[in-house]
T-cell receptor, first 119, second 115 residues
Framework: DTGVSQDPRHKITKRGQNVTFRCDPISEHNRLYWYRQTLGQGPEFLTYFQNEAQLEKSRLLSDRFSAERPKGSFSTLEIQRTEQGDSAMYLC?????????????????FGPGTRLTVT | AQSVTQLGSHVSVSEGALVLLRCNYSSSVPPYLFWYVQYPNQGLQLLLKYTSAATLVKGINGFEAEFKKSETSFHLTKPSAHMRDAAEYFCAVSFSGTSYGKLTFGQGTILTVHP
C-alpha cells in the first residue's frame, strides 16, 4: 500500500496525559498537512510542512500542540496535557507542492485518521 | 478570507434518483475546488477537483461537478444514486501560492440512499 498511513488508528487517554501521533505520507510528496475533525464538522486545518519546514500554523494549534517533520518524510503531532476538548479525529494528508509537475494546487491524499478520545 | 458553504447537512434520495449536493464558495482570487467523500471511520477520498481547465469536471464513481463563477457555486451531481454512494461529502476550496494549498472545508452533507 503506497497511500498515506497514520498510527495509531485509535487512542484513548486520560486528561492531562501527552499523546503523539505519526503520519507517513506518500513517498514522493513534499507537502504534509494536519487537520482536525470533530463530530459533525468538516476537517479544520492545523498546520503544514513543505519538506521539513513548517510553513504555517493555524490559531487552532495552541501551545500544547507541536508538530515535526524532521527529515521531510514522516511527521509527528504531539499534544501535551490533553483536554477533553482535544477529542477529535486527527487527519494527515500529503500532496505535491505548487510548482512541481505543472504547478498549481495539487490534490491532497488523506490517511485514515487517528481518533483521539480524552476521558 | 475564503469560505465554503454546503447547503443542506442531510440529503436523502431514492436509489436511481438524481443526486445534487450544493456547494457555494467565497473567494477574492481564483479558487481551486474539490469534492471529497468520507465513509464512516475512514479518511477522505478525492472525488474530483476543479483547477480552471474546464468548468465541468468529471470524477470517480459517476460524479461530476460544474464550476459556475457567476453563482460562485460548485455543485456535485450524479444522475443515478446507488446504495454505495451513502456517505458524507465535503466541498473544499484552496488557492495557489507559497503559503496556500491548505484546504478550507464546508460542514459536510450526509447523503442517505433509500432502496
Amino acid at each position: 500500500d503506497t497511500g498515506v498511513s497514520q498510527d495509531p488508528r485509535h487512542k484513548i487517554t486520560k486528561r492531562g496525559q501527552n499523546v503523539t501521533f505519526r503520519c507517513d505520507p506518500i513517498s514522493e510528496h513534499n507537502r504534509l498537512y494536519w487537520y482536525r475533525q470533530t463530530l459533525g464538522q468538516g476537517p479544520e486545518f492545523l498546520t503544514y510542512f513543505q519538506n521539513e519546514a513548517q510553513l504555517e500554523k493555524s490559531r487552532l494549534l495552541s501551545d500544547r500542540f507541536s508538530a515535526e517533520r524532521p527529515k521531510g518524510s514522516f511527521s509527528t503531532l504531539e499534544i501535551q496535557r490533553t483536554e477533553q476538548g482535544d477529542s477529535a479525529m486527527y487527519l494527515c494528508a500529503s500532496s505535491l507542492g505548487p510548482g512541481l509537475a505543472g504547478g498549481g494546487v495539487h490534490e491532497q491524499y488523506f490517511g485514515p485518521g487517528t481518533r483521539l478520545t480524552v476521558t | 478570507a475564503q469560505s465554503v458553504t454546503q447547503l443542506g447537512s442531510h440529503v436523502s434520495v431514492s436509489e436511481g434518483a438524481l443526486v445534487l449536493l450544493r456547494c457555494n464558495y467565497s473567494s477574492s482570487v481564483p479558487p481551486y475546488l474539490f469534492w471529497y467523500v468520507q465513509y464512516p471511520n475512514q479518511g477522505l477520498q478525492l472525488l474530483l477537483k476543479y483547477t480552471s481547465a474546464a468548468t465541468l469536471v468529471k470524477g470517480i464513481n459517476g460524479f461530476e461537478a460544474e464550476f459556475k463563477k457567476s453563482e460562485t457555486s460548485f455543485h456535485l451531481t450524479k444522475p443515478s444514486a446507488h446504495m454505495r454512494d451513502a456517505a458524507e461529502y465535503f466541498c473544499a476550496v484552496s488557492f495557489s501560492g507559497t503559503s496556500y494549498g491548505k484546504l478550507t472545508f464546508g460542514q459536510g452533507t450526509i447523503l442517505t440512499v433509500h432502496p
